[in-house]
């Protein structure tokens, strides 16, 4: 199969368009190295590029992607262990000064969490993977209390939360965001809307960002 040619497309734009402008940016960066100050965990989602949301120049963010944008609990057995190498080398060697964990609407991992899918393959990856959020669910509480879409939501928020506790369970994190010098973020994307909402600790809820321009910008059809 040949490299698609979408991307070979794409890649044109990106020359007469991100790169030209971008061009001593890339070379500085190529030269002095990365030294992103965020880093972003979210999910593999094809309609959630933190890059793209965020408006993100090259070297501005370190992304860490996986299914529903997860991170297990600190556990230092020696196993592979993708999002625990990722975190290390942003909070020890880059130096982060944030870390937001990116969840969106119509997430499917946490759908498929709920819905108890079949496995896709023997492995089961997935199932073993995101029986992570059990105690998301478990503090969201009992399934039929609320209509189906709302509790997908409150699931893939509480997911989101609990990923921040997660976090704190990896001593570099916990020490530097102690003394801090490390915050840590949640936010949560509406594919639909396009929307963005940021977690606020004193009311314990998701609050729309920029919701004004958002509302001048897209409340009324376009055309
Ligand atoms: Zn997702």
């Not at 972003?40 to 933190?50: A, G, Q, T």
């Not at 944008?69 to 080398?89: C, K, N």
């Not at 997660?166 to 102690?178: G, K, Q, S």
């Amino acid at each position: 199969m040949n490299f698609p040619p979408r991307l070979i497309d794409g890649y044109r734009a990106f020359l007469v368009s991100r790169l030209r402008h971008e061009q001593d940016r890339y070379r500085t960066l190529s030269e002095s190295g990365q030294s992103p100050q965020v880093m972003v965990i979210s999910c593999c989602d094809s309609r959630c590029s933190p890059e793209m949301i965020f408006d993100a120049r090259p070297g501005e963010l370190f992304v860490a992607r996986n299914i529903s944008g997860l991170v297990p609990p600190y556990t230092p057995d020696g196993a592979q262990r993708a999002v625990s190498a990722s975190l290390e080398f942003a909070v020890q060697a880059l130096k982060v000064k944030h870390i937001v964990v990116l969840g969106h609407a119509q997430c499917g991992g946490i759908r498929a969490y709920v819905e108890e899918s079949e496995p896709l393959s023997p492995g089961d990856f997935i199932g073993h993977w995101m029986a992570l959020i059990e105690p998301a669910a478990k503090a969201v509480g009992p399934r039929g209390s609320r209509p189906f879409g709302e509790y997908l939501t409150a699931l893939e928020q509480a997911a989101i939360i609990q990923t921040l506790g997660n976090l704190m369970t990896f001593p570099c994190v916990r020490i530097l965001a102690e003394r801090g010098k490390l915050a840590l973020h949640a936010a949560y994307f509406g594919v639909a809307t396009g929307e963005l909402s940021v977690w606020d600790k004193a009311s314990g809820k998701f609050a729309p960002v920029a919701a004004e321009e958002h509302a001048r910008l897209f409340a009324s059809p376009r055309f």
